[in-house]
C-alpha cells in the first residue's frame, strides 16, 4: 500500500482573511486586543454572571447578563470566525449543543435532511432519535457518490449535512461540488470541520453555508475543556443561531471559553504535528500483516485522495484501521497500548485509540450507519513518534 503525499506548508500555503493576515497571526490576534483598563495581553476571564447599566437600558459595552454574551466568549467567537473566514461566530457548552441548535434553526416539523452514512454517532443519536420525534425525517447517504446524494434530495429538503474526513470512517466528501447541487435546490449546506479544523480546511470558502465543531477536539487541543462553534456568513442564519443561543442558554463559561481560545494560539503548530506524526504511523501501519486495510485520506489509494489534497492543507491526524482478526484483534489492540490511551474523544495532545462500534458510535448499532467490528480509530497525539510508532508496533504483535 502506498505511503501517504506529504502536503506540508512548504506545498501549500495556510489559508488567508481578507486582511492578509495569517492563520497564526489571527489565532493569537483575532478578538484579543490587550485589555483597555490594564494592559494584559491575554484576555481576562470574565467570571460575572451580571453586569452593571448605566440607568435602564444604559448598556456598558452591550453587556447585560453573561448568558446573553460575555466579553471572554466573545473574544472566542471573533477568534473563530476570524479563522474560519466567516462574519458571525457563535460558542456554545459543546459540540452537540451546537448541532442541536443549528438543527432547530433550520427545520420544521415534515422537513427532511441528509446526513452521511458514517456520521458521528452522537450526530446520529440526536438526529434519528430526538429530531425524529419531532417530525423530522433523515436519509443517510454516502456523501462520495454525488449522484447519491441527488437522488435523496427531496422537496422537503432542508439541510445537506456533511463531515469530511467523516468519523470513523476518514471518508472525504467534496464541498465545492455539493455545495452547488444543495444551493441549486434551496438547500443549506452544513459542514462538521471538527476532523480538519479551521487550519487544514475552510468550508465556508468552497461554498458551505455554516461550519460546525466540536471545539471540545483539536481547537481545544488539550482534553481540558467541552465546547462546541458555528461560523456562518449568512446574517439571517446567525441571527436565528443567536437567538437559541441566548434563548435555549447552552453557552459555554468564561472560563470554558478561555480555555480554548488558549488552545486557538497554537492550534496551527499542533496539527503540523498532528499531521507529521500521522504521516508516520500510516507508513508503519500500511505494511503490518494483522491489519487488512488503513483508512487515511493521505494515502494516495484512498478514494477520497484527490478531493481532499484539493480542499485540505493537510491530511490529519486521525487515522482508522482495520484488523485481519476480526472484532477479537480489534478489541486486543484496544488493550494493548500503552501511550495510546484508551478513551473517546480526539484531537487532543495525548494519542488516543478507541473501538468505535463499541465507543463512540455504539448509536449507531442495528442501523445503516453500524461501523465494522474490526474497526479501530486513532487520534495521533504530538508526542515523540519514533515512541507511538513503537507502542503500536508492540500493541499488535499481541
Known sequence: ???????????????????????????????????????????????TSTYAQDGVGGLRGGYEYSRTGNPTRTAL???????????????????????????????????HLVIPNDAYGGTFRLIDKVLSQWGVEHTPVALSDVDAVRAALRPNTKLLWLETPTNPLLNIADITALAELAHTVGVKVVVDNTFASPYLQTPLALGADVVLHSTTKYIGGHSDVVGGALVTNDEELSAALAFLQNGAGAVPGPFDSWLTLRGLKTLAVRMERHSDNAERVVDMLTGHPAVSSVLYPGLPDHPGHKVAARQMLRFGGMISLRLRGGREAALQLCAGTHLFTLAESLGGVESLIEHPAAMTHASTVGSALEVPEDLVRLSVGIEDVADLVADLEQALEG
Open 77 to 111: 467567537q471573533e477568534c473563530l470566525a476570524a479563522l474560519e473566514g466567516g462574519a458571525h461566530g457563535l460558542a456554545f457548552a459543546s459540540g452537540m449543543a451546537a448541532s442541536d441548535a443549528l438543527l432547530r434553526a433550520t427545520l420544521r416539523p415534515g422537513d
Open 1 to 47: 500500500m502506498a505511503s501517504p503525499v506529504r502536503l506540508g506548508p512548504m506545498t501549500q500555503a495556510a489559508p488567508q482573511e481578507s486582511s492578509g493576515h495569517g492563520f497564526s497571526t489571527r489565532a493569537i490576534h483575532a478578538g484579543q486586543e490587550p485589555d483597555p483598563t490594564t494592559g494584559s495581553v491575554i484576555v481576562p476571564i470574565h467570571a
